[in-house]
């Protein structure tokens, strides 16, 4: 049972673009939303994160918007640049607890 | 701060072998865990503690055993090998953040069974 699904698994963007990514969640009880960066033969690290009572959080180029009712969130990636270029994962957490459900994850390239 | 750390970076196993992967962290979290991360599965949570003397199971603990005797350090144990088992592991610890936790993670173990 994948708890967050994440769309798409790889994606290509040229330089200056934006870059977007998807996640849907199906458990209710989650209440904190982080984005993961990941570089290769790195462990991942947070980059920005969300709680469910704000719609938007930006920080930077980075901006995750959340939709409460559809359960999705987002991770969206303005001017995109080639230091971008890695994998990025959400997850998502219940309240009080430190146990995070990761995404599977998504290659993000950017082309100069 | 050195964080949280991980050894060995590389290792290869012949199927039914023994091993430890350790992971030590020290900025006093209470909160350590384990996952691997294998290509298109995202990061599987394997086992975790939530202070010395306490730990429990994830999504995929088969194969695995853990302890914690102390704060600072949370071994993943293999107990007999499997190809299975081949994958990146990743230790990460957790401190408290404006009310949610932010993970932080070891630069992972690369693990082949051969």
């Known amino acids: 049972q994948q708890q967050v699904k994440q769309s798409p698994q790889s994606l290509i963007v040229q330089k200056g673009g934006i870059s977007i990514i998807n996640c849907a969640y199906e458990n209710t009880a989650f209440d904190y939303f982080p984005w993961y960066q990941q570089f290769p033969g790195k462990g991942p690290a947070l980059l920005i994160a969300?709680?469910?009572?704000?719609s938007e959080k930006k920080e930077g180029r980075f901006t995750i918007s959340f939709n409460k009712s559809a359960k999705q969130f987002s991770l969206h990636i303005m001017d995109s640049q080639p230091g971008d270029s890695a994998t990025y994962f959400c997850?998502?957490?219940?309240?009080?607890?430190?146990?995070?459900?990761f995404g599977k994850g998504t290659k993000l390239t950017v082309n100069p | 701060n050195a964080g949280v750390t991980q050894t060995p970076k590389f290792q290869v196993l012949k199927t039914g072998q023994s091993m430890t992967l350790q992971c030590a962290q020290d900025?006093?979290?209470?909160?350590m865990s384990w996952y691997r991360q294998d290509p298109g599965m995202g990061l599987r949570l394997i086992h975790y503690?939530?202070?010395?003397?306490?730990?429990d199971q994830g999504e995929v603990p088969n194969g695995y055993n853990v302890s914690r005797s102390t704060t600072e350090d949370f071994p993943l144990r293999l107990l007999s090998a499997a190809p299975s088992q081949t994958s990146v592991y990743f230790c990460?610890?957790?401190?408290?953040?404006?009310?949610?936790?932010?993970?932080?993670f070891g630069p992972g173990t690369r693990l082949t069974v051969l």
């Open positions: 969300i709680r469910p009572d704000v």
């Open positions: 900025m006093n979290h209470e909160y």
């Open positions: 990460a610890s957790s401190s408290e953040r404006g009310g949610s936790y932010e993970q932080f």
């Open positions: 997850a998502a957490s219940t309240r009080g607890s430190e146990k995070l459900v």
């Open positions: 503690s939530v202070g010395a003397g306490i730990t």
